[in-house]
């Protein structure tokens, strides 16, 4: 575990498969720990009895869903927390004792923000830390990419021309709000995390929002060029 602000440790770094990393982010709270995400490390889930364990853990999607979930309840006792949407992939392993569908306020300072589009029940949480920062755990709605920007997790051989425009408006919703650092669940660089400059999130989320859209962009155009040459030459004065 490494302290990467005043009372958040990120696990040791993790690959389940050749070009993708992922962190687990333990809050220390007085009230309670709180683990973001999820890591198959079983010594830094040791290390955390020093930290004070994890009163709850929250999973932003399903993708984080592993056999460590039931040894970290078994060792500290952990509620787990996680959208109703995704509810049977979670019981693969274990059942939130928490289910959230909406946003709402969780633990007096935990903001639940659903963000569907990389999955059905993707989720982010806004944190107001204790010292004085606002703090955004992405899961992996927004990843950290590899020349250290940031993308919107659309996945082109699972997610569907659907999915891109609910992710799209799950961005435009992010982008409303103020966080002072972001942590990613899945990334692909050097980091999952990143302290932000004054004014920097907007201009950052609109970047993903560009790189989303101008891909669909290229596809929806493809399938309007494909839907109107099937069209009779003699209905095409009609434009769509
Ligand atoms: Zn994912």
């Not at 107001?128 to 992405?138: E, I, N, P, Q, V």
Request: glycine residues 10%.
């Amino acid at each position: 575990m490494q302290r990467v602000q005043p009372d958040v440790w990120e696990t040791e770094v993790e690959s389940p498969f050749p070009g993708l990393t992922v962190h687990a982010y333990l809050l220390v709270r007085e009230t309670g720990n709180v683990l973001f995400y999820n890591t198959g490390h079983r010594h830094e889930i040791e290390r955390m009895t020093e930290l004070g364990g994890v009163a709850y853990q929250y999973l932003s999607h399903r993708d984080e869903v592993g056999k460590t979930l039931t040894l970290i309840h078994e060792r500290f006792g952990a509620r787990l927390a996680g959208h109703i949407a995704e509810r049977d992939d979670f019981a693969r392993v274990r059942t939130p004792e928490i289910l959230f569908d909406k946003r709402e306020r969780h633990l007096g300072a935990i903001e639940v923000i659903p963000t569907p589009g990389h999955s059905p029940g993707s989720t982010c949480f806004l944190v107001d830390s204790a010292h004085g920062k606002l703090y955004l755990f992405t899961g992996d709605t927004l990843y950290r990419d590899e020349d250290g920007g940031w993308s919107a997790g659309f996945i082109p051989r699972l997610n569907t021309v659907e999915d891109r425009e609910t992710l799209a408006e799950s961005l435009r919703l992010l982008k409303t709000l103020e966080p002072d650092v972001i942590f990613s669940s899945a990334f692909s660089g050097e980091s999952g995390f990143q302290e932000l400059a004054p004014g920097e999130w907007p201009v950052l989320v609109d970047r993903a929002l560009a790189e989303l859209l101008g891909r669909g962009g290229a596809i929806l155009a493809a399938r309007l060029q494909a839907y109107r040459s099937a069209i009779p030459r003699r209905l095409r004065r009609f434009r769509f």
